[in-house]
């Protein structure tokens, strides 16, 4: 450590007050010409090469570049990276950014320049969209005067949006699935039997998805079934009671296939495949054209149904 610094005193400081100034040359000096105007421009080698930021002399092959410019980017690709988290008062940022290479489209190179993430809390991690190979474009200055800084800085190109959505519809459900609510309605749940294989599929379809024959025999279920299958669910939903909550394929007594219902009246991890259950109905007064009439299913009580008597319905 120099002794100024172990005394205290400040280091040594090498400052050119107001500016170093040069000249830039026909080459560098189109480029900051350029950037002014908020334009990206490489410079074509005598082999075809694209440099950019573009220099006076081929770096490959030591010859003089040519005099011809080309438009390159806006975008580019980050082709590699480097995390700052904490950035220091001479960075081009004040919160967390990225050092990056970028290859601007059309161009054989890259140039460094600061990659703003949108990330504020110091400390923080690199965000995992980070990546080599990601899209990205200069984010310019209001006022540019000719140099690298008129480009603030990179940012990601957009790929992904939020966008509020809603859609409202009316649902027609033909001849079986009106039948089938009225009765819902009226407190019954009604099914149809096939007339070739005999099972009674509820609700009811019009049609048999066995034997693709119409149906129209109408057959009153009773509110008792048994849980065939089931899923536990940890994301809420407004139709159930709590969460976890229980949504459970129950095949009713007298049934050929399962309907799909809630579980609930007994904790998530005490819902088995064979536990016997019975339609919950709302208050009578509450009852409309819906299968919300059943609030859920409920255990009954009664002994499991042995697994090889549902197994034909998993």
Same mark, same amino acid.
């Given at each position: 450590? !120099?002794? +100024? ?14 500016? %170093? ?32 930021? @573009?220099?006076? %002399?081929?770096? #490959? ?23 700052? @988290? ?16 970028? =290859? @601007? #489209? ?9 990659? #703003? ?13 980070? =990546?080599?190979?990601? =899209? ?27 966008? @509020? +959505?809603? &859609?409202? %519809? ?6 079986? /699935? ?70 459970? %394929?129950?095949? &009713? ?6 309907? /799909? ?5 007994? !904790? ?20 409309? =054209? ?17 697994? #090889? ?6």
């Amino acid at each position: 450590m !120099p002794s +100024s610094e172990r005394s205290g005193e400040p280091n040594h400081i090498l400052e050119f007050p107001g500016g %170093y100034t040069r000249s830039v040359g026909p080459v560098i000096g189109r480029f900051l010409s350029e950037l002014r105007d908020g334009r990206l421009k490489g410079v074509r080698t005598r082999n075809g090469r694209v440099l950019f930021p @573009p220099v006076e %002399y081929d770096p #490959d092959a030591g010859d003089d570049v040519t005099d011809e410019f080309v438009d390159v980017g806006p975008v580019g690709t980050v082709t590699s990276w480097s995390w700052v @988290p904490n950035p220091r008062k001479t960075h081009p940022l004040d919160r967390p950014f990225a050092w990056a290479l970028i =290859r @601007p #489209d059309g161009a054989d190179t890259a140039l460094l320049h600061a990659l #703003d993430m949108g990330v504020f809390d110091l400390g923080a991690k690199p965000p995992r969209r980070l =990546r080599t190979g990601m =899209r990205v474009r200069p984010r310019w200055r209001a006022e540019r005067v000719g140099g690298i800084g008129d480009i603030e800085c990179f940012q990601p190109e957009v790929t992904m949006i939020t966008a @509020p +959505s809603r &859609l409202e %519809y009316r649902l027609q459900g033909g001849r079986a /699935l009106d039948r089938f609510l009225e009765g819902v309605s009226q407190g019954k749940i009604i099914g149809h039997r096939c007339d070739v294989c005999g099972q009674v599929i509820v609700p009811m379809k019009g049609l048999c998805p066995k034997d693709g024959v119409p149906t129209s025999e109408e057959v009153e279920l009773p509110g008792t079934g048994t849980v065939t299958t089931f899923a536990v669910n940890n994301l809420p939903d407004p139709r159930a009671p709590e969460v976890p909550f229980v949504s459970a %394929y129950i095949l &009713l007594d007298g049934a050929g296939l399962t309907m /799909l219902a809630l579980v609930a009246g007994v !904790p998530a991890d005490q819902v088995r495949m064979g536990m016997r259950v019975r339609a919950a109905w709302r208050p009578r007064e509450e009852w409309t =054209r819906s299968m919300a009439n059943i609030r859920w299913f409920e255990p009954t009580g009664e002994p499991d149904v042995p697994f #090889d008597e549902i197994k034909d319905h998993l």
